[in-house]
């Protein structure tokens, strides 16, 4: 399996400031034949299901503001929040699909 | 859009079987593929396997050998059911939608499933 570690477990940004969270994979999630990482970012608020924010690593799925961005390659992956809303407080997962069993990080609680 | 609803018993006895349905609204199963994860606080996000509309299905190994993921696409539901279960088995399950790939949108709510005598 795909071990995702994410760092650090809880962070506590104040509003209007940077936030980044990063993503580590036990291998590459970049499949050569695409040149795509596999690789996704979930929000999750408090007493709702996660909520797909990213994937292809960087690509934001629709609606989703575009404070939040994501980067990287191979196995080493940033989710950013360039000016941290109130509502943004949350839960936030990476998880690979580039192979099965699909894996996610531990999560990262953001708070204020 | 497509919206899933989790439904199924609360509470589940130690050695038994779990079952959940998941229906799905505002749009057709046949299609995509349809995925079951549960969330507990010892082991985070855990994806259990999918079924895809036409019946196929895929397992994670650490459960293979109790799941079984079920579709009905006349009733637009997909099943879930966990056999010998233990109280690391407790934990809030979900469904999802999830694509060609291996992504996951939208959720249902999730339902909490506790195993205790």
């Known amino acids: 399996d795909i071990v995702m570690t994410q760092s650090p477990d809880s962070l506590a940004v104040s509003l209007g400031e940077r936030a980044t969270i990063n993503c580590k994979s036990s291998?590459?999630?970049?499949?050569?034949?695409?040149?795509?990482?596999?690789l996704a970012w979930y929000q999750q608020k408090p007493g709702q299901p996660p909520k797909l924010l990213i994937y292809w690593a960087s690509t934001r799925e629709s609606g989703v503001p575009d404070r939040f961005s994501g980067s990287g390659s191979g196995t080493d992956f940033t989710l950013t929040i360039s000016s941290l809303q109130a509502e943004d407080v949350a839960l936030y997962y990476c998880?690979?699909?580039?192979?099965?069993?699909?894996?996610f990080g531990q999560g990262t609680k953001l708070e204020i | 859009q497509v919206q899933l609803q989790e439904s199924g018993p609360g509470l589940v006895k130690p050695s038994e079987t779990l079952s959940l349905t998941c229906t799905v609204s505002?749009?057709?199963?046949?299609?995509?593929?349809w995925s079951w994860i549960r969330q507990s606080p010892g082991k985070g996000l855990e994806w259990i396997g999918y079924?895809?509309?036409?019946?196929?299905?895929n397992y994670n190994p650490s459960l293979k050998s109790r799941v079984t993921i079920s579709v009905d696409t006349s009733k637009n539901q997909f099943s879930l059911k966990l056999t010998s279960v233990t109280a690391a088995d407790t934990a809030v399950y979900y469904c999802?939608?999830?694509?060609?790939?291996?992504?996951?949108?939208?959720w249902g709510q999730g339902t909490l499933v506790t195993v205790s005598s």
């Open positions: 998880q690979q699909y580039y192979s099965t069993p699909y894996t």
């Open positions: 079924i895809y509309y036409s019946g196929s299905t």
């Open positions: 291998q590459s999630v970049l499949y050569s034949s695409d040149n795509k990482n596999y």
């Open positions: 505002g749009g057709s199963i046949g299609s995509d593929y």
């Open positions: 999802g939608r999830g694509d060609y790939y291996g992504r996951f949108d939208p």
